[in-house]
């Protein structure tokens, strides 16, 4: 599942007509580089819940075969509900089996490939070093457990849940991280540290400093040095 339902207020005029999933980073819509990625990473089906200018998406990503993709779309309408609702409010297209969530509006060098849970797990988290504009970060990571106490890491946005982790859990607004915190106490929770490239792409500055890394990624790339010298 792609999170792509936020208005993003804090890009200013960048998402006042579009939304921000679709805005370019290193030369392509940030959504269109996670599923280009996602299906090099081998997965095909990809649910993308829409709010802010949701048509705009559809029209512009369709049915997803342009990547060899199946795209479903779930529109939550205004207000978005957050990401736990959103999860909630698609959940019965993910089936019974553990499914991945990234969030639209982040740029990594990530494989974007997490390996099966343990069985006594409900959700394994991707956590990076705290950015300067998070600081205090969110969680703790001890053990492959995440943890609420001790030296903290910044949640980046990309995750590996257990439908069993929402039973039971009306439809609604809701933030991912009242739903993280019973499993995080009772041990159910893994995570993993990334040192690679990570950015959340909440402001204009952010959007242009990844942007300058992507472009510099790309420039370096054997593949484009290759095509240079011939």
């Not at 030369?27 to 048509?55: D, K, T, Y």
Request: hydrophobic share 40%; proline share 7%; with cysteine.
């Amino acid at each position: 599942m792609v999170l792509a339902a936020g208005r993003g207020r804090r890009m200013g005029a960048l998402t006042r007509r579009c939304p921000k999933p679709l805005l370019s980073v290193g030369g392509e819509p940030m959504i269109v580089r996670h599923l280009r990625r996602l299906a090099e990473a081998g997965i095909r089906e990809v649910v993308i819940n829409l709010s802010w200018q949701g048509q705009r998406l559809r029209n512009a990503l369709g049915d997803g075969a342009e990547w060899g993709l199946r795209l479903h779309y779930s529109d939550e309408g205004e207000p978005p509900l957050e990401t736990a609702g959103g999860i909630i409010a698609a959940l019965s297209r993910f089936g019974t089996e553990p499914f991945m969530v990234i969030n639209g509006d982040i740029v990594t060098d990530h494989p974007l490939v997490l390996e099966p849970l343990d069985d006594d797990l409900l959700g394994h988290l991707v956590l990076v070093d705290n950015p300067s504009h998070h600081p205090a970060g969110d969680f703790g990571l001890r053990a492959g457990r995440v943890e609420r106490a001790g030296p903290t890491l910044t949640f980046a946005g990309i995750s590996l849940l257990h439908p069993a982790l929402f039973a039971g859990l009306a439809p609604g607004r809701r933030a991912l991280a009242s739903v993280l915190s019973p499993a995080i106490a009772a041990g159910r929770i893994s995570g993993e540290h990334y040192r690679g490239r990570w950015s959340d792409v909440g402001t204009p500055a952010r959007l242009v400093e990844a942007s300058r890394w992507l472009g510099a990624a790309v420039a370096s790339s054997p593949s484009r040095r290759s095509r240079a010298a011939r």
